[in-house]
């Protein structure tokens, strides 16, 4: 059983930064893969970004790539979102999530255990 709690989201203003974290309960954080989704109001749950359980290899979703930077810190069973450049429509409620299915799952269904979310605000 692994227990996730995100932090660090807020209201910020378009063009600045946020950093989400997603402290984990288990030691064998290290066994998962780690992703973020997204969810705005009245739309669907979407992948936003996943690394692997080593934190070696990192995938994003087009609407994020060379905005955003997914991260890890096993040792502090800890991952991370960077977000910079944020713009309007990055306003969601952000999950973090853990995955012991393949290496870079990008599928909702692929992952095991999921945190409560964190809100993120964009004012344009």
């Known amino acids: 059983q692994v227990q996730l709690v995100e932090s660090g989201g807020g209201l910020v203003q378009a063009g600045g930064s946020l950093r989400l974290s997603c402290a984990a309960s288990?030691?064998?954080?290290?066994?998962?893969?780690m992703g973020w989704f997204r969810q705005a109001p009245g739309k669907e749950r979407v992948f936003v970004a996943v690394?692997?359980?080593?934190?070696?290899?990192?995938n994003y979703a087009d609407s994020v790539k060379g905005r955003f930077t997914i991260s890890r810190d096993n040792a502090k069973n800890t991952g991370y979102l960077q977000m910079n450049s944020l713009k309007a429509e990055d306003t969601a409620v952000y999950y973090c999530a853990a995955s012991s299915f393949g290496f870079l799952p990008r599928r909702l269904i692929e992952y095991n255990y999921w945190g409560q979310g964190t809100q993120v605000t964009v004012s344009s």
């Open positions: 690394i692997s359980k080593s934190g070696g290899s990192t």
């Open positions: 288990s030691r064998t954080f290290s066994s998962y893969a």
